[in-house]
């Protein structure tokens, strides 16, 4: 396959290979009692195969006036990149107020700016296993020409305290691959990693969701030729746009939603795909995401979900 052999001459994000979104949506950041997730997890996944996670951080909310964040917080953010750490894992701190950005650009430049001018000082002497990623999945008014200007100017904050930290920027419309082209990096910066998300075809892998608006379809399947097919064809052009660009390739999200009744078989044959293909390319990826939907991991049982696991990482 072109796209295949093409990755091969593509550097790698060798660094960061198997990974989990973790914490986007757990009550640990209001009232840690509360958390779901616990450090024993960081153990759990270690154990199973994975070597990294991707923690989605949502911060605009929790700034004062000023836009600067609260120490308990901040010390909150430090036991959780402490705690992955001592279980022999890689953290990804991912800022992701993605829908503020999207809605308004001036006052998310304003306070993405100030998340990392806190963030990156105070993580300048952690190794190479805990990367940034300057910005989830912009979109709608954060545009192509929005955000290569903005990516630039969050890099240069980042690159004050921390000048050879890996960071991850993808392009926008929801760090689309097609979207690739029109991503506009600093030439002069090896030490990125390009990511995007992959959740197509999006009939099937959010049938049933309910933020989107196909909350009542039910019944799509995957995983015809021509399915697998397609999801050959995007990734070699993925690949293909890496070994043009010199750049290593992040699969920072995929997944298909659990709770719309798509059979376990077709979902496990989805994941398996995905991720197969994107190593077959040279890709690195997480998982999304460890609870709450998506499930990789039962919290009413505490065990992961065995099949999803399976097709993340065959044993």
Known sequence: MPGAAAAKDAPAASEFRRGVNVLGYDPYWKHEASARFQWRHFAALKSAGFDHVRLNLFVFDKMDSKNRLPEAWLRKLDRVVDEASKAGLGIILDEHDFNACAKDVATCRVKLGAFWEQVAPRYRSRPASVAFELLNEPHAKLDAAAWNTMLVEMLAIVRRS???????????????????????LPADDRNLIVTFHYYDPFRFTHQGASWTDLQELRGVTWGSEADHRQLSEDFAKVADWA?????????????????????????????????????????????????????????????????????????
């Open 162 to 184: 921390n000048p050879t930290r890996k960071v991850i920027i993808g392009p926008t419309s929801w760090n689309s691959f097609r979207e690739l082209p029109s991503l506009k």
């Open 243 to 315: 070994k043009a660009n010199n750049r290593p390739i992040y699969l920072g999200e995929f997944g298909a939603y659990d709770k719309s009744g798509t059979p376990t078989d077709q979902r496990v044959a989805w994941t398996s795909a995905v991720a197969r293909e994107a190593e077959k390319n040279g890709f690195t990826w997480a998982y999304w995401q460890f609870d709450s939907d998506f499930l990789l991991w039962d919290m009413k049982a505490d065990r992961f979900v065995e099949p999803i696991r399976g097709a993340l990482i065959p044993r």
